[in-house]
């Protein structure tokens, strides 16, 4: 396999977050051919959009030519946002850095029993230890002089919950031995973009302007590059085709920048392929199980476990407001401070939650109308009017994007709070195809119990604060926003109860590797960022050996025309 053989490599990875990316490094670093296929463009520091009308086109629609961050997906009982970048949901996620309890690597059983994840924590410490180093993560510095941290840390005294210490961020605070913000901080990047350490803009989850998010393009992936990987933006793997002993083959879309804004079909778009040895799917939990769902006609050997499993990690999203004190969302990265509510393994009540305060910078008060019936009547109500007739035409497309060119405002509140609740929710969801749209059947009624105890605990942090409770229109009608979608392609010890095993490797085909959220057979309960890229860190290992052995034994691809 010569070097100038540019459309053959020895590993391809589909997709470049918090899986993808940590792949890309491992692998480059151990001296193998690697390309890296993401469907998005790469965002410098400074390059994301602020303003109302560049944000609301800032979402990935293909149907309106719009190739920009945020792809919402709608499903019966949820939306889903997910990110199309490169650096993945690294980009738009709020930096927490948190490993998963010991207890809850476990997998619930429908008769109520449970078993152990087949990657128990143990097996993870080392890697953990890789991913928390290389991405920096360190406490907040800031937290005793931060309103919001300072309320949400006097309230979780004040209602029994356990704090989390530290809560580490895989932020820059400190450049050259100073802690203080705007520093500049010098290191090389892929962008060749200027960072500086954090100035508690709020502004996390819309891609950090000031390169202060230790994100996997600006650490992972700008390693990967520098140890030869090749990295190519714009490219939407669409079809994989197995080739026996030589590998696989991938076909994917060139979205070019001069498409930007034409509304052009799939078939419309530019195809490349391109061939390798191993290949490594990190497009994320829906993306990557979409992907393999409309592929098994070629991968006829895929487990019936596809699409099984499937949480939403437990995600929950409210409000306090009319708080007695300044709270200042705006102040701080978008989350500062954690609190844990046991799991019924560790002696508590119910199923085990984190409770986090949220920020959001003043350019996206709109959110805030979007999602609470504070004068916005009109707008909630053509929203719900358009979820609901979503729901009865059973179009998984979501309308989400679209709405929210009818619900930017310039409205601040000083004295709200943003509260997110993540936790061990069932995995009992079903993802299939419809219509070649990706499906979920999944209910919030389901784990109605722990969604019941986190709406508890939000109430009485509200109550602590001095403010008022107040939900999101969304769970009214029982549906979810999951900024964290898991499963799909969950790691079992053999084809009848997984995907993959625990290296991560799919049952009944070679060097075929799964990497990102969909392997987790659980909801992790925590953010599930640090899991996802310490499960790859391990993975790496296996296939770094796999494929040099191939090495060794002079097998290669041939070039992909």
């Known amino acids: 396999m010569g070097s100038s053989d540019r459309n053959c490599f020895e590993v391809v990875i589909i997709g470049s977050g918090f899986g993808g990316s940590v792949m890309a490094y491992r692998l480059a670093r151990a001296g193998l051919k690697v390309c890296v296929l993401e469907r998005g463009k790469a965002y410098a520091p400074g390059e994301f959009p602020r303003s109302p009308r560049a944000v609301a086109d800032n979402v990935w ?195 070019y920048k001069d498409f930007d804004g034409k509304p052009l079909t799939e078939s419309e778009l530019p195809k490349r392929r391109v061939r390798a040895r191993a290949l490594v799917l990190s497009a994320g939990s829906l993306a990557t199980t979409h992907l393999l769902l409309r592929n098994r006609p070629n991968l006829p050997g895929l487990s019936d476990q596809l699409g099984t499993r499937f949480s939403g990690n437990g995600d929950a999203l409210a409000f306090v407001v009319d708080a007695d004190k300044v709270l200042d969302p705006s ?137 008022r409770f107040s939900d999101n229109l969304l769970s009214r009608v029982h549906r979810v926003v999951a900024a964290h979608p898991l499963g799909g392609c969950p790691m079992g010890e053999g084809p009848d109860d997984g995907v993959v095993d625990r290296h991560g490797r799919v049952h009944g085909y070679k060097r075929l590797v799964i990497a990102d959220g969909s392997v987790l057979p659980s909801a992790a309960g925590s953010n599930p960022s640090l899991t996802i890229a310490a499960l790859a860190d391990r993975f790496a290992d296996r296939l770094i050996d796999d494929v040099k052995k191939d090495r060794k034994k002079g097998l290669t691809c041939r070039s992909a025309h």
């Open 61 to 255: 629609d293909r149907s309106r030519g719009l190739k920009g961050l945020f792809d919402f997906w709608s499903f019966d009982s949820m939306e889903a946002v997910v990110a199309s970048g490169l650096g993945g949901g690294s980009l738009i996620y709020a930096n927490v850095m948190l490993r998963m309890p010991d207890e809850w690597f476990v997998i619930d059983e429908p008769n109520g029993s449970t078993r152990p994840w087949p990657v128990g924590p143990r097996q993870l410490d080392r890697h953990y230890a890789a991913v928390e180093a290389m991405l920096g993560a360190t406490p907040y510095p800031y937290a005793a002089s931060t309103p919001k941290t300072k309320a949400f840390l006097r309230a979780t005294d004040a209602v029994g919950l356990e704090r989390v210490k530290p809560l580490n961020l895989a932020v820059a605070f400190t450049a050259d031995g100073n802690t203080r913000p705007g520093l500049p901080l010098h290191r090389k990047n892929l962008h060749h973009a200027p960072r500086s350490t954090c100035v508690g803009c709020g502004e996390c989850d819309a891609g950090c302007n000031y390169g202060s998010k230790n994100t996997t393009d600006l650490t992972y992936l700008s390693k990967a590059k520098a140890a030869g990987a090749e990295i190519r933006t714009r490219a939407e793997a669409l079809w994989i085709h197995p080739m026996g002993d030589e590998g696989y083959e991938v076909e994917y879309l060139r979205h």
């Open 331 to 467: 102040d701080g990265p978008v989350i500062t401070a954690s609190a844990k509510s046991l799991d019924w393994r560790e002696g508590g009540d119910g199923r085990g939650f984190f409770l986090q305060d949220g920020g959001y910078p003043q350019f996206f008060n709109w959110v805030r109308q979007t999602v609470l019936p504070l004068g916005t009547t009109g707008r909630l109500a053509r929203f719900a009017a358009g979820q609901v007739l979503a729901h009865v035409r059973r179009d998984p497309r979501s309308e989400v994007s679209g709405e929210l060119r009818r619900v930017l405002g310039t409205q601040r509140t000083a004295h709200s709070l943003v509260l997110l609740g993540i936790g061990r929710s069932r995995a009992d969801g079903v993802m299939t195809l419809r219509d070649g749209y990706l499906a979920i059947d999944w209910s919030m009624r389901n784990s109605e119990a722990y969604y019941r105890r986190v709406r508890e605990a939000m109430e009485a942090y509200a109550d602590a604060v001095g403010g």
